[in-house]
């Protein structure tokens, strides 16, 4: 398949582009899109054919649902049995942002969305060109992020020209994705709101609209049966080993040094994601900055670009720094620990 591949200006959407991505869209086709997280991968989320084909594209598990991604909060109503006073607030204070809720599914909502669950996960994205692509489709456009089943999210339009080239109609080019990392997906549909995977919209920023929620703790854990099932795949896995320094700054740049010797002492080309407190530590190894620690967000921004950059240059092992696991932190160790496959040396 010719993919078509165009750039859109975020704050000067071209009209006949945009009408041309809503049309393939409308038509039962895939268009990768950019949204404030990572890079969507689009298809009439009404139409079973045309979600039928993301799965394809993406070598994705069936049994995986997919979240619908609207451009208002009244779109929500017919794809839901009811909306719970707390998710009225959450969307009042959140969206559009990088927040999933999860709440009963209509009847509306196709079963291959759900992956026979009968919940369905939402989310308002904020980015113009997204919400522009779903207005004009009329529809809820189901996305998963637009990588290759096991390969990190895309962070940039070429992450995802590499991944689905030749696999989809169009991919729309709209710069770097601001937050880097997908979206927490927060459970509405039980008796507790809990936390399925931490993102954008941080723990503490979601307590202090509902005290009472929760963390999901087999999100965290390799032993339980996750309630998202995306979270039982082994997610974001580098082609390079990856493994994890937890604990305070100095004794991981000490302990990662030592490793690198190690490393390279058995023939092994090493990777290390410094950052910029940190960069000048390293005397040994290929240095990649993926962020400060004094604006955790921005290692957030850079993480999964980092990854791809690592296994580009072949490195058998990347080394990478932990971070605090408060606000976005949390989701930061998330993705890493699960890159990691468990590989974690605390310091
Ligand atoms: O930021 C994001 O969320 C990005 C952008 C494109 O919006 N999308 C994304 O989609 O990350 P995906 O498919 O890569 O991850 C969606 C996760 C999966 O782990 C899936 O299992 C879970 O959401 N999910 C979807 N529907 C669910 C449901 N009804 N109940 C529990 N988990 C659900
Ligand atoms: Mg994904």
């Known amino acids: 398949m010719d993919t078509k591949i165009v750039n859109i200006d975020s704050l000067n959407i071209d009209e006949d582009l945009i009408n041309e991505a809503a049309n393939i869209i409308n038509s039962g086709g895939l268009v990768a899109f950019p949204t404030e997280t990572v890079y969507g991968l689009g298809a009439n989320g009404l139409d079973e054919n045309a979600v039928k084909k993301i799965y394809e594209a993406k070598g994705r598990p069936q049994d995986n649902p997919l979240i619908l991604h609207v451009s208002s909060k009244e779109d929500v109503k017919e794809l839901v049995t009811h ?58 456009i189901a996305a998963p992020s637009a990588n290759n089943s096991g390969s990190p999210s895309p962070t940039n339009a070429s ?120 960069k000048e530590q390293y005397p040994d190894g290929y240095v990649i900055v993926v962020g400060s620690r004094e604006k955790t967000e921005s290692i957030a921004t850079n993480l999964f670009t980092a990854i791809r950059f690592f296994d580009k240059a072949n490195v058998d092992t990347i080394l990478a720094e932990g971070v605090e696991m408060d606000n976005i932190g949390t989701a930061i160790m998330n993705r890493l620990l699960k890159a990691a496959s468990g590989k974690v040396i605390k310091v």
């Open 159 to 278: 992450h995802v020209v590499e991944d689905l080239k030749g696999k989809i109609n169009m991919i729309i080019d709209g710069g770097n994705t601001k937050v880097g990392l997908e979206s927490t997906i927060l459970d509405l549909s039980g008796e507790v709101p809990s936390i399925l995977r931490p993102g954008g919209i941080t723990f503490e920023q979601l307590k202090t609209i509902i005290p009472n929620v929760i963390v999901d703790v087999s999100e965290m854990s390799e032993f339980q049966t996750p309630k998202s099932p995306g979270q039982k795949y082994k997610h974001y896995s580098p082609i390079a080993d990856l493994i994890v320094f937890e604990g305070n700054v100095e004794n991981i740049s000490k302990a990662i040094n030592e490793k690198v010797i190690e490393l390279m002492d058995n023939g092994k080309k090493v990777g290390i994601m410094a950052t910029e407190e940190t």
């Open 83 to 140: 909306i719970p006073e707390v998710g009225l607030a959450l969307m009042e204070k959140f969206w559009p942002g990088p927040l999933t809720l999860i709440f009963k599914r209509s009847e509306k909502v196709p079963d291959i969305i759900t992956a026979g669950l009968d919940s369905v996960a939402l989310r308002m994205p904020d980015n113009e060109i997204a919400l522009k692509l779903i207005e004009l489709s009329g529809k809820p």
